[in-house]
């Protein structure tokens, strides 16, 4: 599997719907969308590799974040 073209990352906002403005915070949430999408393609391609189903693998991938909760908030 190929390197997909680079996407424009998202505007990481609060809980109130404002922007993150800390350049660092941004940088790495940025980071981290780019690992967690390395390895989701990684484990994609081992999969069809194998000889899955690669839309099982991408549903499965899909519950997993779907299944995640969030931390307590600080308060």
Known sequence: MG???PKEPPVWRQP???P????EKIKV???NIQEIETLCADALE???LMG???TQIKQ???ELID???PPHAKG
Request: hydrophobic share 35%; net charge negative.
């Open 16 to 18: 109130d719907g404002k």
């Open 3 to 5: 390197a997909q073209s």
């Open 60 to 62: 499965a991938l899909h």
């Open 46 to 48: 081992d999969g069809v």
């Open 20 to 23: 993150v403005s800390c350049l």
């Open 52 to 54: 899955c189903d690669a």
């Open 29 to 31: 949430l940025n980071q």
């Open 67 to 69: 299944g995640l909760t």
